[in-house]
């Protein structure tokens, strides 16, 4: 038998969605703000939703291995980024191969760019990747993989994050994503190892990283190119309309009774289930579409202060080290975080409040702020300061209090 893409996405999220009714909800109402967005873009001049600036998604790849085959090398793990970053930017080299018919709704690059993180969540140098062993030896669509307490591994804070398992995966699944909406400790996607990447450990015809493009397109909201439904419609204006899947390498045009015109199905399109030499392209309605989860109030925008990809904004040493003791007395609360204007410091109880010096440090130990606080509300003027991480320490010592805030 041929080996045949399956991709678990969709009977994951429906699911999800027919046993747990708030997330059925929230996964609704994350694709409704998605369309308003798109709608609302149709009455300006056409742009990007967030115009054509660069976005730039921090990965951490938690790898889980039950065996040495599964415990996949960085050479692979680095080439899956790659080939991530090529199709994302429409410089893979088998897009010559889309048809001429349909080179006019390639949407070329994307605008999106995938990195290793490079800070963790505590602000310290990683890797972005973390290996764990497991005694699972194939997990299933159930996100048991996303939880140490369950064999796998906790995923990182997925507002900032895109946490990747890479794992061993059974029931002929290549892997599945998480769609916009989905609760935040779920979020992400799964690929199984012996798929994800270009070279090392991988499984002929599905080695060439296009199980995680099309995943990855999942997270971002778009679904599969026949809307799951026979001849059915995935919501976007420039994708035809086509019967079901595709698998294998169909011969162009691959024509049946659901096809709109001549040129047939589009089965180059990465988020069908053809082999991955065969996939080539997104179209440009599923680029303002997978753009559009990052519009204000949409479920990405969280990812427009991310700054994870950027090996600068590791925490130097002086600045918060060693970790501060921290007295259950001192409840300091800093906010609005990220902060553009002023930043609010206050304390509770307020009758327990005594006088402490605070410093503010960028993320290179220089202090770019000291004063004192006197009373157990106040405010400090950030405006004048570039936009990036800080740390705002409040006391001396032991006892001091160091507190992350972002200025936008």
Known sequence: MQAQRMCASQQYTQQLSSTNPAAKIAIEQAAKQVQLTLDKAKKYAARDTTGNELINIPVVVHVLYANAAQNISDAQILSQLTALNNDFAGQNADRVNTPSVFK?????????????????????????????????????????????????????????????????????????ATVPGTAADKDGVVIAYDVFGTTGTLRVPFNKGRTATHEVGHWLGIKHIWGDDQCGDDGVEDTPRQRGYNYGCPAFPRVTECSQDANGDMFMNYMDFSDDACMNMFTNG???????????????????????????????????????????????????????????????????????????????????????????????????????????????????????????
Not at 116 to 131: F, M, S
Not at 141 to 170: E, H, P, T
Not at 306 to 332: G, H, N, R, W
Not at 348 to 360: C, G, H, L, Q, Y
Request: aromatic fraction near 8%; charge should be positive.
């Open 286 to 408: 599923q680029k303002k579409r997978m753009r559009a989860v990052f519009a204000s109030g949409n479920a990405r925008n969280s990812f427009l202060t991310a700054f994870a990809c950027d090996s600068t904004l590791v925490q130097p040493a002086p600045a918060i080290e060693p970790e501060p003791v921290v007295k259950a007395a001192d409840a300091y609360k800093v906010y609005p975080n990220p902060v553009s204007g002023n930043m609010t410091i206050e304390y509770a109880p307020a009758e327990e409040f005594v006088s402490k010096s605070i410093n503010i440090y960028n993320t290179q130990g220089t202090k770019v702020y000291s004063g004192l606080l006197n009373k157990e509300k106040s405010t400090v003027a950030m405006q004048k300061l570039v936009p990036g991480l800080y740390i705002v320490r409040i006391g001396e010592g032991k006892t001091a209090v160091a507190i992350k805030i972002l200025k936008q």
């Open 104 to 176: 006019n709704l390639a949407a070329g690059d994307v605008r999106i760019r995938f990195c290793l993180a490079q800070v963790d969540p505590k602000g310290k140098k990683t890797t972005g990747i973390i290996r764990k062993a497991t005694n699972i030896v194939n997990f299933t669509a159930d996100d048991a993989m996303k939880f140490s307490a369950a064999g796998g591994d906790d995923g990182w804070n997925s507002q900032q994050y895109l946490n990747i398992w890479v794992c061993g995966l059974g029931a002929r699944s290549l892997g599945y």
